[in-house]
């Protein structure tokens, strides 16, 4: 199977600061990689799908990116609403695997 | 407004079973693929299951293939997920999720999740 790897694991960061998380993928999956938010106590709640298509509603600051098998997700300008556990999912075939998760908090 | 609401989780014992159900209502519900993801206490997130709309494709992550099994009724607008030989590391919220229409098997809407524990 396909394992996902996500990193950093945690990181902090100022308000205002420009965020990247990369998520690694062992094998090719084309495109077929989506990113979830979840808040501490909250359900999550995806990002984007496709790599790079916002969901409908997610803020602009949010975006996705795609080199060989390497996936980004990057906020543009952390706020404090974005404090939470980001994980991308890969869904080109079954297993659909989620990677382990990154959580973003506030310096 | 669309809503997924799970039930039928609780204390089961290491062997037993369960049957999750997940109750859709503002959507139509036959016209969307499901997933079943679980998060165990503290955890991140494990997909555990996908049924497309007809139930002709289905899916199940290797921990839980041969024990657990999904399907849906979408005559009472339902989702269900039966889970056999229950094991320790089974315990965990389990929430349902619609597709989205262009991305079928990525999880748009979630339920608020079901608690599962298995423990003697």
């Known amino acids: 199977d396909i394992q996902m790897t996500q990193s950093p694991s945690s990181l902090s960061a100022s308000v205002g600061d420009r965020v990247t998380i990369t998520c690694r993928a062992s094998?090719?999956?084309?495109?077929?990689l989506a990113w979830y938010q979840q808040k501490p106590g909250k359900v999550p709640k995806v990002l984007i799908y496709?790599?790079?298509t916002l969901q409908s509603g997610v803020p602009s600051r949010f975006s996705g990116n795609k080199s060989g098998t390497d996936f980004t997700l990057t906020i543009s300008s952390l706020q404090p609403e974005d404090v939470a556990t980001y994980y991308c999912?890969?869904?080109?075939?079954?297993?659909?695997?989620f990677g382990p998760g990154t959580t973003v908090d506030i310096k | 407004e669309v809503q997924l609401v799970e039930s039928g989780g609780g204390l089961v014992q290491p062997g037993g079973s369960l049957r999750l159900s997940c109750a859709a209502s503002?959507?139509?519900?036959?016209?969307?693929?499901m997933n079943w993801v679980r998060q165990a206490p503290g955890k991140g997130l494990e997909w555990v299951s996908y049924?497309?709309?007809?139930?002709?494709?289905?899916y199940y992550a290797d921990s839980v293939k041969g024990r657990f099994t999904i399907s849906r009724d979408n005559a009472k607008n339902s989702l269900y997920l039966q889970m056999n030989s229950l094991r320790a590391e089974d315990t965990a919220v389990y929430y349902c999720?619609?597709?989205?229409?262009?991305?079928?098997?990525?999880?748009?809407?979630w339920g608020q999740g079901t608690l599962v524990t298995v423990s003697s």
């Open positions: 049924i497309d709309r007809g139930s002709s494709a289905i």
């Open positions: 094998q090719g999956i084309n495109n077929y």
């Open positions: 496709a790599a790079s």
């Open positions: 503002g959507f139509t519900f036959s016209t969307y693929s």
């Open positions: 999912q890969k869904y080109n075939s079954a297993p659909f695997t």
């Open positions: 999720a619609s597709g989205i229409p262009a991305a079928p098997r990525v999880s748009d809407y």
